[in-house]
């Protein structure tokens, strides 16, 4: 079902995209399919970007529409539930066919939510939940505890924080944009909380070649963390979860090893911290696992896993030890989306995509090092897992004419960082999808 | 399509939604019809909560049905868009036919959203960059606003503040939490910022008996306002904005006069402070308008209103001044969401829906006035607007068993506050709907 190849009619926003404010360009979804985004021009583009990464197999995939058309489905539609409360008959099957299917190391649990913020956010709250239960051990709260919270004071509302990663993002609702560091005017204007960063490591690539520069930045960023856990304890507010991507998206695509995450998770153990992963981006099969985290081979990777995106509805998954009893909302996640997801993992099983992703992901970074070596005056630092990949361009402004150049050739990209391009394509993205990309990008920069 | 009647084959819940933990119990919505929710034991139950009040048009409205059986809506099903820079085609039409359609007074501009919670995280960022612009005039972000933001830090991070209202509710992630004072359990152990609190009138009804006790009332509560206002710009932490509900739900159904928000609105105005009205839960016709702010009468009831629940998308409309261009998140809303909203917009009309919830409220409020006659040991204070009615129980525990009992009989209720009864049907809760759960209602109480 999808194109065979890309297709321009004008340059884009062409003309019936005009007037589009802060917008790229307005689409037709109804036409796009697979790998390739069609706008209102009739232009074709292939879509490595895919809507921010949330697109797991593509536009309009069969399946997909095979499932929605289906008019048992149509009471999840148009019936949307308090899932806290009045779930469908089916729901706790549904999670085991689909979410629960693919549980990170160790978590037998998932709460769903309806987008990465309030996954992050209700992850939060239930690390600040979990730590004064600690706390407290089997005392109920005091009734200094209950009065205070409800003016939002202390001891109540404590005073306790989340440390996050300079470069990290996990979202831009109030709790989660105190943990987001990627870029100023995220941030600008918004009040925030006193929590704490510490360093992610900057690493040289490819990885390979640095091993030895990597792992002392990385113990560095180790040794800072420490100090800073330390640090928050003693002025009075404790961390109460680290949380990390286990690659940082927004903020450039930086990638730390291993045993940066593993030093990390001990670090959060013996401070008697919450470890939360954040998958919004990275989880759902881009790196040719289903999370990233299973690239660290742990057997117990983290306390918390959100994701969202990809996997189409929102949610984490938990220990036992993290109760969800105290998160609450009116939807708490979409069946609807469920419904998408379980069939987007039935694809994915018998598609056998994620060795299609690692495959593809292979031929893209190899193609990236040798342009690197072709344009070493425009182009540095590919780096990537599966298709997760990255390279960085000379500077900002090269950056984003080589996008503009690469879409009008017909290749949907993404900036993150400063000057990092990001590929974002689809699970589906082939190995002559790879190449199809790395023959525009090429004329792009032959061009420059 | 709707049911003629409750039918109850077990006790709720029944054998088949054993096991439910936090859940009330399962439910079957293939079977669910109108205002008539089906339970996996086949209890048929009066719905007059309507999955926490966001159930516009009742369960399986065939208008819906047909609508999501239409293959042409397919692509907007599966291919979910990043709305902010991606939007389908039609998109700026389907607002303009339905969310635009209704646009509260003075406002013709709408931000979609995902729910509530996000609705009023963004509406509160809105107006916060509102404020500094304010304060920047025309003076670009200094250097030191830029970096002190990725740490946390004022000037970039500003102490800046949202005035909220005990007993007030507006979400559960960190930013919403902070002006949600409702129940202790929804605030306990969570972090928050220092913003200020003001009294919410606690008025006696029926509001025509009370006029004079309750305009003393609210005029204290005003005085109050303005008094904190001032008291947390002394202290540094200024009030950009002020949040309310037109009624206070979560917090116990709590109303206040039309007088009391046009002074509130002049006190925002006076002070500089954004005015943001709160209708994620009021909004969407169950007060007999589409907004409850509209039987205020005003021109200018607010700067910012947010939406959620009923509407199915969430969102919040703006002024003009309110810029949304630093608004953004992956999805920004949900067009197969937007397409169900349309086409409830379309029944709400066809089928004189606001003309009924007004019939419907008035017959409710008046047989719970004669509830309350009849048993004042139990029942006091019924009020309401539309069929967004409440009243208070002696005492909690009461208020508790009635709940249970009358779901037993077949009437689903909520509660509210520390003993109120809320009442949340659909929009299509007709007078001999308000019948069948009187004469209920009124058995239970009867038993008492
Ligand atoms: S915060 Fe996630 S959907 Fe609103």
Redesign the interface.
Known sequence: YDYDGPSMKTSVPGP?SQNVG?????????E?RGNY?VD?DNNRMLDVYT??S??PIG???PA??KL??N?NH?????????L??????N?PDKLTESLLSVSPSGMTRVQTM?????SN??A??AM??W???KERGHNM?SDE???T?????AP??????ILSFNGGFH?????CL?TT?SK??H?????????P?APFPRLQYPLEEFTRENAQEEARCLEETEDVIVKWRQKGNPVAGIVIEPIQAEGGDNHASPDFFKGLRNIARKHGCAFHVDEVQTGGGATGKYWAHEHWGMDDPADIVSF??KL?TGGYYHKDELQP??I????MGDP?KNL?LAEVLNVIRRENLLEEVTRSGKALLNGLYDLQAQYPGILSRARGQGTFCAIDICDDATRNSILLKARDKGVLLGGCGDRSIRFRPALIFKEYHVHIFLNIFNDVLAEH
Chains 1, 2 share one sequence.
Request: hydrophobic letters at 40%; glycine letters at 4%.
């Open positions: 019936r802060a917008v790229n360009f307005f689409c037709n979804y109804e796009s985004l209102v809507q921010i949330s697109i536009y309009n995939h997909l529409l929605m058309a008019p149509l009471s999840t539609l148009v019936n949307r539930p308090a806290g409360i009045l779930p469908p008959e729901f309806a987008c990465g913020s309030c956010e209700n939060y709250k600040f939940i730590y004064r239960n709260p505890d209950v009065s919270c409800m003016i939002n004071k109540g509302c404590p005073d306790l924080s979202g831009r609702t109030m709790g105190a560091h100023a005017i941030k600008l204007d918004v009040p925030s909380f006193d929590w960063m969202s995106k189409l009893y105290r609450f909302n009116t939807w609807s998408l």
